[in-house]
């Protein structure tokens, strides 16, 4: 019985190694980012930005350096408590990834969309989108 339970372990082992290399080779979002929606973090959400981002809010559709971005979400999360973040779809293929999800606040439900791209092995943002369905 120990000598099974050992081969099966060893088994177990086995296959689970293609798994991990397989996830550390997938470009997705990462969760961080997911996280820092759940709880409107904006600080965090800009830890993944590029040096220059495309940021589209209610009101706001322009370039902005990492550093504005963060205020102007901020800004946008001190207005419109996050109730909840729910990812609706994600996905990647070479160096780019994005996420799409609903950000229910305070003030409403929005329809958020991320675009990613690696750069010297890194996620790193270059879009970002938070639009109000209605308008």
Known sequence: MKKLFIIFISFVSILALPIQYISAQTNEVPMQLIKAFETGNSETLASYFNDNIELVIPKTDNFFTKQQAKSILADFFRKNTVIDFVVVHKGAKENAS???????????????????????GQSLVYQLRIEDPNE
């Open 98 to 120: 994005f996420l799409i999800g609903t950000l229910v606040s305070s003030k409403g439900s929005y329809r958020v969309s991320v675009f990613a791209r690696k750069t010297n």
